[in-house]
């Protein structure tokens, strides 16, 4: 579940179930490793090592295979081609003639870590130095010689180069520099004055440019884990210390990824992959994080079975980072294509000095009336556990309804719940119906 911010932004007045998945095609077996909508209305997908093109019926059409069928890709376009870099070689399909192939050029280095394009450029860079370089305009398959320069204000390898804000940001394990567009006719681009950072990148797919700003997991001299948003050429710190524990937990940090999407006037930036053992989410529109994840068949939480997504045909369109399947993502549906999404919330431990409490009662405030028709949902659930351990040991779960399709007065209340000196309450429904929780009130 997601915050709500009540109208002036100061509180949150519910929490509201976020977005289900249900198949719109399936392309391959190799998992999703990125997606990309190009300008000219075409959508593509790399499934393990193919490239595939699929049409607003879901139909695909075999594109190319790539070197590898693991690991991070980039994808980038100008207005003939696509460009795909797989951590170490550049890949091209041309859209005119749908001509897929592996880039040789004198100029391109023989490892290159990610590729991006502004103003009809594309740029990589070239992987365990401070180089980038860049190809002849609106041409992935011309790369001069000495079309290259390096991010000098520290001697620190570049992770990636992605054009942001119309801008090249050079980012690098310490530090991050951004250039511009100068038009000089030796080399286009320059370092703009005073544009450097003392934070770099600890995961390059980690960076996405949204809501006209970028946003990226940093690592500095001093330092990693950090989530932060560029405000001009200053990075601001919004990940908390929990958040931060998440991914300095990670066991490949290096290989985090981030998605964004906006439903509903939200608009996430979703951290997963790199070992994280949930995908983090931030609401930029809120300011507030929470988890999304996936509840395995062994009844654990993993990562939300999302790995990347395009907005095409009109539909939110997520790749599955298990297989070759494809999901449109929305609100409107209540289910990880059929499987159970667990909604769960945890509330902040009770406890006053020491004291013995006598807790009569846990009302929750739901947005009540949404069963189904027939089958599961029919007569939604909540469940409820109790701790007086701090969260280490439970209770077994206690369920009310949360009202059957129309019975919108229906009060939810665990009554006599017991005396304690400290309680912790954790609250789940599975079932596939709309979830909004009001409120809590104890007594």
Not at 90 to 103: C, G, P, Q, V
Not at 321 to 347: P, Q, V
Not at 407 to 432: C, H, N, S, W
Request: glycine share 12%; charged share 20%; hydrophobic share 35%.
């Amino acid at each position: 579940m997601y915050p709500i911010s009540d109208q002036d932004g100061a509180e949150i007045a519910s929490l509201q179930g976020t977005a289900g998945l249900s198949l719109f095609t399936s392309i391959s077996s190799g998992g999703i490793r990125n997606g990309f909508y190009s300008g000219k209305g075409r959508a593509f997908f790399v499934s393990g090592a193919a490239l595939y093109e699929i049409d607003e019926i879901g139909m695909k059409t075999f594109r190319g295979n790539l070197g590898t069928s693991t690991g991070n890709i980039s994808m980038a376009e100008d207005i003939n081609s696509l460009a795909i870099c797989d951590g170490t070689k550049l890949y091209s399909l041309e859209y005119s003639s749908n001509n897929f192939t592996s880039i040789s050029a004198t100029g391109l280095p023989s490892s290159v870590g990610y590729v991006s394009n502004i103003d009809g450029y594309f740029v990589v860079n070239e992987n365990n130095t401070g180089r980038f370089h860049i190809s002849a305009i609106n041409d992935v398959s011309s790369w001069g010689s000495l079309d290259f320069a390096t991010a000098e204000s520290e001697p620190d390898n570049l992770v990636c180069a992605i054009n942001a804000i119309g801008q090249l940001w050079l980012m690098g394990t310490k530090t991050t520099e951004i250039w511009a567009n100068t038009g000089a006719s030796t080399f286009p681009f320059g370092r703009i004055a005073g544009a450097v950072m003392q934070v770099g990148i600890s995961s390059a797919h980690s960076a996405i440019e949204i809501d006209n700003t970028l946003m990226w997991v940093g690592l500095d001299e001093y330092g990693e884990s950090i989530v932060y948003r560029a405000s001009g050429f200053t990075p601001q710190r919004v990940s908390n210390s929990m958040i931060e524990r998440r991914i300095q937990e990670a066991g490949e940090k290096e290989e985090i990824k981030a998605w964004a999407y906006q439903e509903d006037g939200h608009l996430f930036y979703i951290l997963t992959g790199g070992g994280l053992e949930t995908s983090l989410a931030y609401d930029l529109t809120t300011g507030l994080w929470h988890e999304r994840a996936y509840l395995n068949t062994d009844g654990n939480f993993e990562q939300h079975l999302g790995s990347c997504h395009i907005y095409a045909f009109g539909k939110h369109l997520v790749g599955d980072r298990r297989n070759g399947n494809i999901y449109e993502l929305s609100l409107s549906y209540y289910s990880d294509n059929g499987d159970e999404i667990a909604r769960e919330r945890t509330y902040t431990h009770i406890i006053d000095e020491g004291r013995r409490i006598r807790y009569n009662a846990l009302e929750i405030g739901f947005e009540t009336g949404v069963g189904l028709q027939t089958g599961q949902g029919s007569n939604p659930l909540v469940s409820l556990q109790l701790s007086q351990d701090g969260a280490r040991t439970w209770s077994n779960w206690i369920t009310k309804s949360i009202g059957k399709v129309g019975k919108y007065q229906t009060k939810v209340v665990f009554r006599r719940l017991g005396i304690a000196e400290q309680m912790t309450f954790k609250i789940r429904i599975t079932d596939p119906v709309k979830v909004n929780i009001t409120g809590s009130y104890l007594s």
